[in-house]
C-alpha cells in the first residue's frame, strides 16, 4: 500500500506528517504505532524523529497526535506541533492562528512565514534540585511536565557532554518509573541564553532539538538561575528558539515556543 507522507522539520527535529483526516487516507492504517515504527527507520525507510499523525477535530481546526519510533504514542511534541501548523497553513486548512487538539490540550498556534508559534500549556508537576543516581554518578535534576515529563540537568559544556549515556540512565531513573523522562542537558550562555541538548524517550537517543525539552528548560533556567523571558534557546546545531513567559507568584502563564520550521518533501512510502 502506497502511503502519501509529507517530511517536515523544526529546528532539526524531523518528522513524518501524515494525513489520516477522513477526506485522506483515514483509518486505513490499522496500527499506527506499528506505521511510526516502520516509517521512522533511517537508512531503511522515510526516517524521522517522530510521526505527525493528523485527523479531524470535532471542535478545533484539527487534531494532532504523535508516534515515537519505539511505536509509543507521546501526549505533545513541541516541535511537532509547529511543524503541523505550517503543514496545515500551507495546505489552507485553517488560517493564523489556529487551534489544535492534542492529547495534553488544547494548543494555539501562529504562522509567520516559516517562523512558527505556539501558545504551549503552562508547566507542572515542578520538582527542583532531586539527587538521583545515574550509574556511578550522582547528578542534580530539576523535574517538569510542559506537555510531557522532563527532567533539566545544568552542564559547564553542552557540546562535550556524553548526553546518549547521561540521558539514558536519567530517562529510566525509578524517579520517573514507569512511564521514563525527556533529559535535558543545559548551559548557561548568557543573562538570557541558554544552549540544551536532549536525549528524548520513546527515540531512545538524542534528538537535534526537542520543543518541549526546550520549554522545560527555559522555565528552569528562569527558576533556578533568575533568567528573565523572552529566553533564547540554542539547540544541538545551534538553531535558535525562543521561549516567552509570564510568571505571578508560583504560576507560568503565556508560554509561547516560538522558532522556525520548514516542509522538506513530499512523498510516498511503500507499506505493507
Known amino acids: 500500500m502506497n502511503i502519501p507522507f509529507t517530511k517536515a522539520q523544526a529546528a532539526g527535529n524531523d ?3 501524515l494525513d489520516n483526516t477522513a477526506a485522506a487516507i ?12 516502520f516509517a521512522c527507520m ?5 526516517g524521522a524523529d517522530g510521526v505527525l499523525v493528523l485527523e479531524d477535530s470535532a471542535a478545533h481546526d484539527f487534531k494532532m ?26 495546505r489552507k486548512w485553517c488560517p493564523s492562528p489556529m487551534k489544535i487538539e492534542t492529547a495534553a490540550g488544547i494548543l494555539e498556534a501562529f504562522v509567520d512565514g516559516e517562523s512558527v508559534r505556539v501558545k504551549m500549556t503552562p508547566p507542572g508537576d515542578i ?22 515529563p522532563h527532567a533539566v540537568h545544568f552542564v559547564d ?3 562535550k557532554y556524553p548526553v546518549a549515556e547521561m540521558g539514558g540512565k536519567i530517562r529510566r531513573h525509578k524517579m520517573f518509573e514507569p512511564e521514563g523522562t525527556n533529559a535535558d542537558f543545559v548551559q548557561i550562555y548568557g543573562e538570557s541564553a541558554i544552549k540544551v541538548r536532549t536525549y528524548e524517550r520513546g527515540v531512545e537517543d538524542e534528538t537535534l532539538a526537542c520543543g518541549t525539552g526546550v520549554v522545560a528548560s527555559a522555565i528552569v533556567s528562569h527558576l533556578v538561575n533568575g ?7 540554542f539547540t544541538k546545531r ?13 504560576k507560568f502563564s503565556d508560554v509561547y515556543l516560538e522558532g522556525k520550521a520548514h516542509i522538506a518533501f513530499n512523498g510516498e512510502v511503500d507499506y505493507v
Do not use: Q, W
Open 42 to 46: 533511517r537508512k531503511y525507510s522515510v
Open 26 to 37: 483515514g483509518g486505513k492504517i490499522d496500527d499506527l504505532g506499528r506505521f511510526a515504527k
Open 157 to 159: 559544556n553542552a557540546s
Open 15 to 17: 518528522f513524518v506528517i
Open 65 to 90: 497526535r504523535v508516534f515515537n519510533p519505539d511505536a509509543s504514542e507521546a501526549a505533545m511534541c513541541g516541535n511537532g506541533i509547529r511543524a503541523s501548523a505550517l503543514y496545515a497553513f500551507k
Open 127 to 148: 520538582k527542583l534540585n532531586c539527587s538521583i543516581g545515574a550509574g556511578t554518578t550522582i547528578v542534580n535534576v530539576h523535574a517538569l511536565n510542559t506537555g510531557v
Open 227 to 233: 533568567m528573565i523571558s523572552p529566553i533564547k534557546v
Open 238 to 250: 545551534d538553531d535558535v528558539m525562543i521561549v516567552h513567559f509570564k510568571k505571578d507568584r508560583d
